[in-house]
């Protein structure tokens, strides 16, 4: 079946710091939607990014069609942006998920 | 707007009992879906609905899961004969046309005894 992998597992960050959340899938099929978890919240939508780059705050994402490829840029983190962010791209049963990224960020 | 509405959101079953999980979607939304979240296999597809009928539900464990959506402003996800192996988080999301950004209620978190 179609498969999303998101790199990488986890990530632990100090506040004020950089990071960026890879996602990679195997079909040309896109319409990625980036997702964020707080432990025990809702998955709350972040983009829905089929092409090209989109701005919101601090996050940035990107995504690169015919390279099967998408990030998510997280600047100057801050405790808050702590939980699993997860890629989803749709395919033709819905979105496909992939396990998440698991950010840590300490002050 | 409240967003995405699930009931109940925690359900205990004792193992053989019937479940059934309720969602609202967003008013105006055409398309609804169902997933299961657990630790070990993250978010798994269900099944998805779009304008109430039934488009897709190859993630569906044939045998003992049904969802309906008998009108647009709910849906139902039924399990007969509750297993341990059924306990998750079951989500519940609603988009505009289908293919486009999901919006997911709270979901309803089941443990069968």
């Known amino acids: 079946g179609q498969q999303v992998q998101q790199s990488p597992a986890s990530l632990v960050l100090q506040e004020g710091e950089n990071a960026e959340l890879q996602c990679n899938f195997s079909?040309?099929?896109?319409?990625l939607q980036w997702f964020y978890q707080h432990p025990g919240g809702r998955l709350v939508s972040l983009f829905y990014?089929?092409?090209g780059t989109k701005h919101t705050g601090r996050l940035t994402s990107t995504t690169v069609t015919n390279e099967r490829r998408g990030s998510l840029h997280i600047s100057s983190s801050q405790t808050t942006d702590s939980g699993t962010y997860f890629c989803?791209?749709?395919?033709?049963?819905?979105?496909?998920f992939g396990l998440g990224t698991r950010v840590s960020v300490f002050p | 707007n409240a967003g995405v509405i699930q009931t109940p959101r925690h359900k205990v079953t004792g193992k053989g009992q019937e479940a059934t999980l309720w969602c609202e979607p967003i008013?105006?939304?055409?398309?609804v879906f169902w997933y299961r979240q657990t630790i070990v296999q993250g978010l798994e597809f269900l099944t998805y609905?779009?304008?109430?009928?039934?488009?897709?539900d190859s993630g569906m464990p044939k045998e003992r899961f049904s969802a309906q959506m008998p009108n647009q402003s709910h849906s139902t996800l039924k399990i007969q004969s509750t297993q341990p192996q059924d306990s998750a988080v079951y989500l519940c999301?609603?988009?505009?046309?289908?293919?486009?950004?999901?919006?997911f209620g709270h979901g309803t978190k089941l443990s069968v005894l």
């Open positions: 999301a609603s988009s505009f046309g289908g293919d486009e950004r999901l919006f």
């Open positions: 079909s040309t099929a896109t319409r």
């Open positions: 990014n089929p092409s």
């Open positions: 989803a791209i749709a395919y033709a049963q819905g979105l496909t």
């Open positions: 008013s105006g939304h055409s398309a």
């Open positions: 609905f779009r304008n109430q009928a039934p488009i897709d």
